[in-house]
Structures are given as structure tokens and as C-alpha cells.
């Protein structure tokens, strides 16, 4: 059965970095176009776009322009893993942070929580 383990988030102050990781296991993820969504509080989980995605093969990451220039997906196909790098963090980017396959179809982990305040 997959699983997916996110890891890395905290409570930050604006413009501080984070890397958040996701660990997977019962399935590789290469092959894959992987993803990270977040549930900011009181709002559905963003699911049709998500923050940040790459590409399996080629390594293309797109991000939305909300986080467009501060994030940074990268993945490490031999640890199963894949990370986001997030720098010039903001208060609008507190949320519970989840990673998934693009097509959403592996079980939902239990994401990890980021907090910006100041």
C-alpha cells in the first residue's frame, strides 16, 4: 500500500525558508509528475493546481504565480523523495502541506503544517 510522509514544516517568521519533504513508500515515485498542494485554514485543499509540480522525465517544475519565484520542487528518485524549498515565506502561505501524484490518485499523507507569523 502506498504512503506518503510529509515532513518539515514549522512555525516561521515572514521571509524566513523551509524545506518540506515527502518521503514515499509502496510504490517509486519516478515515472510520476509529483506535486504539492496545501489547506490553507478554512479553505478546501487546493487540489486543481497545487503549488508546485514536476514533470517525471524531464525535470520541468510549474508553479502558480502566488508562490512563483520563492518555491522550489525537486525530487530524488533514489530516497523516493521529493521536497519543496520554500524561501520568502509569507503569512498567506500558512497552510497544511500535502504531496501527491499530479493525478491525485495515491492515498492523501497526513501533510505537515506551516506557519508564518511574525
Known amino acids: 500500500q502506498v504512503q506518503l510522509v510529509e515532513s518539515g514544516g514549522g512555525l516561521v517568521q515572514p521571509g524566513d525558508s523551509l524545506r518540506l519533504s515527502c518521503a514515499a513508500s509502496g510504490s517509486n515515485l519516478d515515472g510520476y509528475a509529483i506535486a504539492w498542494f496545501r489547506q490553507a485554514p478554512g479553505k478546501e485543499r487546493e487540489e486543481r493546481e497545487g503549488?508546485?509540480?514536476?514533470?517525471?522525465?524531464?525535470?520541468?517544475?510549474q508553479y502558480p504565480d502566488s508562490v512563483k519565484g520563492r518555491f522550489i520542487i525537486s525530487r530524488d528518485n533514489a530516497k523516493n523523495t521529493v521536497y519543496l524549498q520554500m524561501n520568502s515565506l509569507k503569512p498567506e502561505d500558512t497552510a497544511v502541506y500535502y504531496c501527491?501524484?499530479?493525478?491525485?490518485?495515491?492515498?492523501w499523507g497526513q501533510g505537515t503544517q506551516v506557519t508564518v507569523s511574525s
Open positions: 503549488v508546485a509540480c514536476m514533470t517525471p522525465f524531464d525535470g520541468r517544475a
Open positions: 501527491n501524484r499530479r493525478d491525485l490518485t495515491y492515498p
